[in-house]
């Protein structure tokens, strides 16, 4: 099989993401978290402080409202989210003190790896990594019409 450059960055970009979620859940779990896992952290990453609903986070995440609705149920049991009545059968979910406290904790744990990180790279090797990957992306969204 000839050696292909999408599946060397697939791979290379899914490499670093697992090693990065798996030093923020471990360091949240020596600090007590124990309750925090990947699938978690996902889901609470794409929830806007304030007001967010099913429906919309259901589009964001690409999953059934359904889905979401287990999420939350899960999250609301652990402390993290409160759901709150909101327009006709909507309902608002919302971060709870404890939920800010953890997000807050994940962004000072992103925070000292971007330390990390900034150490292996410049800022500026960083940045146009991070404008290559955004330019990538681009180009796959623009080609397939997602």
Not at 25 to 40: A, K, Y
Not at 57 to 84: C, E, F, H, P
Not at 131 to 143: F, G, K, M, P, Y
């Amino acid at each position: 099989m000839q050696d292909s450059l999408t599946l060397t960055l697939v791979m290379s970009s899914v490499a670093l993401q697992e090693i990065i979620s798996k030093h923020l859940i471990q360091s949240l779990q020596r600090q007590g978290m124990t309750q925090v896992n990947q699938n978690r952290l996902n889901f609470l990453s794409a929830l806007d402080c304030g007001d967010n609903h099913a429906s919309e986070l259901a589009r964001k995440l690409d999953v059934s409202r359904q889905m979401v609705a287990k999420n939350v149920k899960d999250l609301v049991q652990l402390g993290w989210l409160i759901q709150t009545p909101g327009k006709g059968k909507q309902k608002t979910i919302q971060f709870t003190e404890q939920g800010e406290q953890l997000i807050s904790q994940c962004r000072k744990e992103l925070a000292a790896m971007d330390k990390t990180l900034k150490q292996a790279a410049s800022q500026e090797s960083m940045a146009e990594t991070l404008h290559t990957i955004q330019s990538l992306t681009a180009a796959l969204v623009n080609e397939n019409g997602d």
